[in-house]
């Protein structure tokens, strides 16, 4: 069975911190991987994609370790606006209904 | 304008009823989805469709059906509501070979 396990949280952390969090994934032969953003009762939304040799968008850190199966993200100077729970997203060979597993997502709050 | 939209946004019925969930996108993509989130807010697949196939999650009971009558169409099609069936329905979007999906709003399902 694939999962993706990530940490629920919530993690409180103060603005302007550093904050990381990982993810880990049961299949090795998983292709692509993704960071997604859920608010409070809205839907999710694609923070990042995921590249083996890491990527970073402004405060946002992604990085991919296929050895150890894990993914991380790390946000700096963190904004009370960065509250909300990430999804960690893993897309095996084929995609569709049994391609794309979510993880249950990691709260974030940030606090002034 | 709204890249994914489904229709309604909530929806309150009673058990035993049968009840429809639209979805449109207009990105012009050739794979749609319909994921479940439960009151634990995990995100859960359940069926993805193109114009080629559809793939349906083994886990999802039949009393669910998807109905796509054209490209930018998947409607989600639910007989004999029952009160497990009380979570967040959203309705995702892909082009076919990529990763990235694009999600509706949600329909809030209350079953009573």
């Known amino acids: 069975r694939k999962e993706v396990e990530q940490d629920p949280g919530p993690f409180n952390v103060p603005e302007g911190a550093t904050v990381a969090f990982n993810c880990t994934y049961s299949n090795s032969a998983s292709q692509s991987f993704f960071w997604y953003r859920q608010d409070c009762r809205k839907e999710p939304k694609l923070l990042m994609s995921?590249?083996?040799s890491g990527n970073e968008d402004g405060r946002f850190t992604a990085q991919l370790n296929r050895a150890s199966q894990y993914i991380s993200l790390l946000i700096r100077d963190s904004k009370l606006s960065d509250s909300a729970t990430y999804l960690c997203?893993?897309?095996?060979?084929?995609?569709?209904?049994?391609?794309?597993?979510f993880g249950k997502g990691t709260h974030l709050i940030i606090q002034p | 304008d709204t890249a994914v939209s489904q229709t309604p946004k909530y929806l309150v019925t009673q058990m035993g009823n049968d009840k429809s969930i639209k979805c449109e996108q207009n990105l012009g993509h050739d794979t749609m989805y319909w994921y479940k989130q439960d009151s634990k807010k995990f995100l859960k697949i359940m069926f993805s469709y193109n114009n080629k196939e559809l793939i349906i999650n083994e886990t999802v009971p039949n009393r669910f059906s998807p109905k796509s009558p054209d490209k930018a169409h998947l409607n989600l099609h639910i007989n004999s509501l029952e009160l497990g069936d009380s979570a967040v329905y959203f309705c995702a979007s892909s082009q076919e070979n990529e990763n990235i999906q694009y999600f509706g709003a949600g329909t809030r399902l209350s079953v009573l």
């Open positions: 995921v590249y083996s």
């Open positions: 997203v893993v897309n095996d060979i084929g995609g569709g209904a049994d391609g794309l597993t």
